[in-house]
């Protein structure tokens, strides 16, 4: 057996693992037919433009939470709790990022997705996915808070994001994490806020459509959420909002100078 410490660079994860000890997470599953999602991703990529399935699944999630205020909320307080409702939604996505030599994992926050268009998510994502995080000026708070010793980085961390405006600057009102791109067919994890999703592979599978079995592009979704501050039939609602809006997805698409709709409605 051997031992090492904690390297400076995965401290902040130990900090915010530390901050979110209080919440009671409760999680939910469901499957969605993503064959929607890829008609309008092969239609897309034809005119060249290219779309993800994080990408596509984020605008659905930010405009159904948008839809569910409740739920796009976070407790606040100790002794005197309260319930702090956004008037947005902010989308934190974790990032799997390589840091002077580390893989670790950043995120990035996405302002006002609701009102966001897909190439607008699309193009952020692909900023950061692409980005150098050792010096990219979003992730400068975070190497900063690395070069603190941790008896000062986790006391500041959990001030900084104790208050409901540092909260949703660092943590968002909306966590998705994606493991989609190697075989995992789901998982649940806690995002630090009271919806969180977790997007597994897309695979082919039989579903039941119009009385006959087909084959569809099927992806696990996950949804976790704090139970202190929504109950289980809110948050099924939200997860079933946000899968009808996947299974129904349509997108304008600009050809020339027209603007029309992929031709969706084919296949289901």
């Known amino acids: 057996m051997s031992l090492r410490p904690l390297t400076s660079r995965r401290r902040h994860t130990y900090y915010f693992l530390r901050t979110i000890r209080g919440f009671s997470p409760v999680f939910l599953d469901t499957d969605v037919d993503m064959t929607r999602v890829q008609d309008v991703r092969g239609a897309a990529a034809q005119s060249g433009r290219r779309y993800s399935a994080v990408a596509v699944t984020i605008l659905a999630a930010a405009r159904a939470l948008a839809a569910h205020p409740r739920a796009n909320a976070a407790l606040h307080g100790g002794l005197r709790p309260r319930i ?26 996405l302002r006002d997705a ?5 190439d607008g998510i699309q193009e952020q994502l692909a900023h950061y996915r692409a980005g150098d995080a050792t010096t990219m000026p979003e992730f400068a708070p975070v190497r900063r808070l690395h070069r603190l010793p941790a008896w000062l980085g986790s006391p500041l961390f959990a001030r900084t994001v104790r208050p409901p405006a540092g909260r949703r600057r660092l943590m968002g009102t909306l966590a998705v994490s994606s493991l989609g791109h190697r075989p995992v067919n789901g998982f649940h994890s806690v995002g630090g806020t009271t919806i969180t999703l977790g997007l597994g592979r897309i695979t082919d599978q039989p579903v039941v459509r119009d009385g006959r079995v087909v084959v569809a592009p099927v992806m696990r979704l996950n949804l976790a959420f704090d139970h202190r501050v929504v109950d289980g039939a809110e948050a099924a609602d939200l997860l079933a909002d946000i899968k009808a809006a996947l299974e129904n997805f349509q997108l304008p698409v600009v050809h020339g100078a027209d603007d029309h709709r992929l031709p969706l409605g084919g296949r289901r």
């Open 114 to 118: 609701h009102v966001s268009d897909l």
């Open 84 to 109: 702090e409702s956004y008037d947005g939604v902010d989308v934190k996505v974790a990032l799997d990022k390589n840091l002077d030599g580390e893989r670790v994992v950043l995120s990035a926050v």
